[in-house]
Nanobody
Framework: QVRLVESGGGLVQAGGSLRLSCVAS????????MGWFRQAPGKERELVGA????????YYADVVKGRATISRDNAKNAVYLQMNSLKPEDTAVYYC??????????????????WGQGTQVTVSS
């Protein structure tokens, strides 16, 4: 059984930082794209960013560009999301996703077949 488990969410003040982690088990993602998505209450799920299998290529949504950094450790089957200068509008459940079909930083949720349960990030003003 493939599992992706996120951690690192919580309550943070505006302007603060968080580092989210996602560790996968049951399948190696070392040759696969990994992504971070988020979903705020009443809104559709949106891509935060994605990383290719080597870790050298990344993609970020405009709303987080310059404030987010995605990295991965293939030896640990893990992916990370560092978020700085957090804003109240960053409040959402953050999901880790893994692909079995693409190895580049995929932008769309249909390109990811494996999903974590999510971790809540709440940014207070």
């Amino acid at each position: 059984q493939v599992r992706l488990v996120e951690s690192g969410g919580g309550l943070v003040q505006a302007g603060g930082s968080l580092r989210l982690s996602c560790v996968a088990s049951g399948r190696t993602f070392s040759r696969s794209a990994m992504g971070w998505f988020r979903q705020a209450p009443g809104k559709e799920r949106e891509l935060v960013g994605a990383i290719g299998w080597t870790g050298s290529t990344t993609y970020y949504a405009d709303v987080v560009k310059g404030r987010a950094t995605i990295s991965r450790d293939n030896a640990k089957n893990a992916v990370y999301l560092q978020m700085n200068s957090l804003k109240p509008e960053d409040t959402a459940v953050y999901y880790c996703a893994g692909s079995r079909s693409v190895d580049y930083p995929a932008h769309y949720d249909y390109e990811y077949q494996y999903w974590g349960q999510g971790t809540q990030v709440t940014v207070s003003s």
